[in-house]
């Protein structure tokens, strides 16, 4: 299935032809991916449960267990990412701040994909 190209925070972006790119494959999966993680539950009205919240770790004791294991368990939501091998997270302290990097496997191609981001103020 194809999305259109949005990565969180972003605006959407404008193909050459002048049509609204679109993504699929593993930048399809990278971004729905990402806005799930970085979206708080109750912010989607039809779908409360959705999202991990992970702006409201900023500024908090990185408690890299807890954040890794509520990162996994959201991303096993998202169809295309592979629960064997599990996805890898590191994260770490940076200032005002975490920094993550994910690493998984693509259930579609079984490619692996990696993701990184920072979470800051």
Do not use: C
């Not at 790119?21 to 799930?36: P, Y």
């Not at 990162?71 to 890898?88: F, N, R």
């Not at 997270?89 to 701040?97: A, K």
């Amino acid at each position: 299935m194809t999305d259109a190209a949005h990565y969180f925070g972003s605006d959407l972006v404008i193909s050459a032809n002048g049509d609204l790119l679109v993504a699929d494959g593993l930048e399809e999966s990278k971004q729905r991916v990402l806005r799930r993680l970085l979206t708080n539950q109750k912010d989607y009205l039809w779908q409360p449960a959705y999202g991990a919240g992970l702006p409201s770790y900023i500024g908090l004791p990185l408690d890299e267990a807890a954040i890794s294991a509520l990162i996994k368990s959201q991303m096993y939501l998202e169809a295309d990412v592979s629960h064997d091998p599990e996805p890898q997270v590191t994260l770490q302290s940076i200032p005002n701040g975490i920094s993550a990097q994910i690493t998984y496997f693509s259930i579609e191609n079984g490619e692996p994909v990696l993701l990184s981001f920072d979470l800051t103020p």
